[in-house]
């Protein structure tokens, strides 16, 4: 085996994996997307099966830019459930907070001297 035939090997690899690459996000986006009716999802994979270059390259012309802000809105609903679920995990506020809450509440008279003892001490601990 020569140079130009490992060459050739690489371009063929190469050019094979970026088709299923391609392949993989289409498919993924037929699934995702929940405008589309499960006939036209079947025709889809249909044709990506049976003539699957040319479906592909039609399928990212029609639907690519709606691909993409499918993709974004997928990646924003991500951040924000995962921003959700820091913030429920994160608890009660910190010490400062329950102090700087308490003493808010001592100055309007809601609570006495030796409440705001206590809440510091077991804000403190």
Not at 51 to 63: D, E, G, I, K, T
Request: glycine content about 6%.
């Amino acid at each position: 085996m020569n140079f130009a035939e490992t060459l050739w090997s690489l371009i063929v690899i190469f050019l094979y994996l970026s088709y299923l690459v391609v392949m993989f996000q289409i498919v993924a986006d037929l699934f995702r997307d929940s405008e589309l009716g499960g006939g036209l999802k079947a025709l889809w994979i249909l044709l990506l099966i049976v003539l699957p270059v040319l479906s592909a390259l039609v399928y990212l012309v029609l639907r690519g830019r709606g691909m993409a802000l499918r993709q974004e809105a997928r990646a924003q609903e991500t951040v924000t459930s995962t921003e959700d679920y820091l913030r429920s995990v994160a608890g009660a506020p910190g010490p400062a907070r329950q102090i700087s809450e308490a003493k808010e509440l001592l100055d309007s008279g809601t609570i006495t001297e030796a409440e705001f003892s206590m809440l510091k001490a077991k804000a403190l601990a």
